[in-house]
């Protein structure tokens, strides 16, 4: 069993910065693919941006492009998330994943969820 915690939300305004991490723990997160999703009050939940075992990014959001950067940590078993110039449109649950690659990953996730932490951007 893997699990997930996410740390770092909260509220800022727009323009502001927010680092997110997410620890593992229960396995050998170092072999696992990663990612970050996020749900808007009302919306559907989205992929935000991914990254492969070795630490190189798989997939950013073009929304989100230019401004918000992944990284992992394997050595720590964390993922980060570093959101610069925080618009209001970025307000929601952003939750990581974690598990073995899979082709559908971007509606799905992978095997594992954290519980998410609640990022809300004032403008």
């Known amino acids: 069993q893997v699990h997930l915690v996410e740390s770092g939300g909260g509220s800022v305004q727009a323009g502001g910065s927010l680092r997110l991490s997410c620890a593992a723990s229960?396995?050998?997160?170092?072999?696992?693919?990663m990612g970050w999703f996020r749900q808007a009050p009302g919306k559907e939940r989205e992929a935000v941006a991914g990254?492969?075992?070795?630490?190189?990014?798989?997939y950013v959001a073009a929304s989100v492009k230019g401004r918000f950067t992944i990284s992992r940590d394997n050595a720590k078993n964390t993922l980060y998330l570093d959101m610069n110039s925080l618009e209001s449109e970025d307000t929601g649950v952003y939750s990581c994943?974690?598990?073995?690659?899979?082709?559908?990953?971007?509606?799905?996730?992978?095997?594992?969820w954290g519980q998410g932490t609640q990022v809300t951007v004032s403008s």
């Open positions: 994943t974690a598990g073995a690659w899979r082709d559908d990953w971007l509606d799905r996730g992978y095997q594992f």
């Open positions: 229960g396995y050998t997160s170092s072999s696992a693919c």
């Open positions: 990254i492969n075992p070795s630490g190189t990014p798989s």
